[in-house]
């Protein structure tokens, strides 16, 4: 508990010292005043990194990355792709199945800060994401891009399904658990002319593509290592309706 009362109050914009003791110098402070940061305290009994506590902040935590040329902003708490050059690589892919269909708008389930959406999305988009603040950085990023056509929706996309209409391309890059079975059913139901599904777990997305091939064909796939030297990749699925 002094550790943490510590944390609370010795840090300041000029300094940061442990009694008499500095512990960076004034260049290293000035850097950090220039930036931003956090002091934070994850109890290791969670299975998860979650924040227990927030023991003190500087500055400015947001942070900022280029995607396909576009800027995006984001939380530090919040989802962001770490393998840049990899993800560009997948989105050059998603693009092309795009393209192809230029007359077409786009939904974007699943959408984070609109790193998929706002970059080969199109003019026409509309981007569903349950987390706030990844949306009022998304939000953010509509403005500085000017957007005016963009649309960010804050809600589950298993609450969304209205902006499922059969009339759009559809992405989707779920989270580990793959698809709502609500959002699968409504897809469907409505069957939108092509759908591109970006996962982090193939398994989940197998399961997932076998039950929309009642109604969908493959017609690309592809793997992704986004991770080297683990076990885990992302995978590329483009499914088109069948005629």
Same mark, same amino acid.
């Given at each position: 508990q002094r550790f943490f009362a510590w944390c609370q109050n010795c840090l300041s914009l000029r300094s940061i010292q442990l009694g008499n003791i500095p512990l960076i110098s004034d260049d290293e402070a000035k850097l950090l005043s220039a930036a931003g940061g956090e002091i934070i305290y994850s109890d290791p009994k969670s299975p998860a990194s979650r924040v227990t506590e927030r023991l003190n902040k500087f500055g400015d935590t947001t942070l900022s990355d280029t995607i396909l040329g576009v800027a995006f902003n984001y939380a530090c708490e +919040?989802?962001?792709?770490?393998?840049?050059?990899?993800? !560009?690589? &997948?989105?050059?892919? /998603?693009?092309?199945? *795009?393209?192809?269909?230029?007359?077409?708008?786009?939904?974007?389930?699943?959408?984070?800060?609109?790193?998929?959406?706002?970059?080969?999305? +199109?003019?026409?988009?509309?981007?569903?994401?349950?987390? !706030?603040? &990844?949306?009022?950085? /998304?939000?953010?990023? *509509?403005?500085?891009?000017?957007?005016?056509?963009?649309?960010?929706?804050?809600?589950?996309?298993?609450?969304?399904?209205?902006?499922?209409? +059969?009339?759009?391309?559809?992405?989707?890059?779920?989270?580990?658990?793959?698809?709502?079975?609500?959002?699968?059913?409504?897809?469907?139901?409505?069957?939108p002319p092509r759908i591109i599904y970006l996962s982090c777990n193939p398994v989940t997305q197998a399961r997932d593509v076998s039950l929309l091939q009642e109604k969908y064909e493959i017609v690309h796939h592809q793997g992704y290592n986004f991770f080297p030297r683990t076990p885990h990749i992302e995978h590329l699925v483009v499914l088109d309706r069948n005629i």
């Open positions: +919040g989802f962001f792709q770490v393998n840049i050059p990899v993800y !560009e690589k &997948a989105l050059s892919d /998603m693009k092309a199945w *795009i393209n192809c269909n230029e007359k077409l708008s786009t939904l974007d389930l699943y959408s984070g800060v609109g790193t998929i959406g706002l970059t080969i999305g +199109g003019d026409d988009v509309t981007l569903v994401e349950i987390n !706030e603040h &990844a949306v009022a950085e /998304m939000q953010r990023n *509509i403005t500085k891009l000017n957007r005016p056509n963009a649309k960010a929706i804050l809600a589950p996309s298993e609450k969304s399904l209205e902006y499922i209409t +059969g009339k759009q391309i559809v992405i989707v890059d779920p989270p580990r658990a793959g698809l709502h079975a609500d959002v699968t059913n409504r897809l469907l139901e409505t069957e």
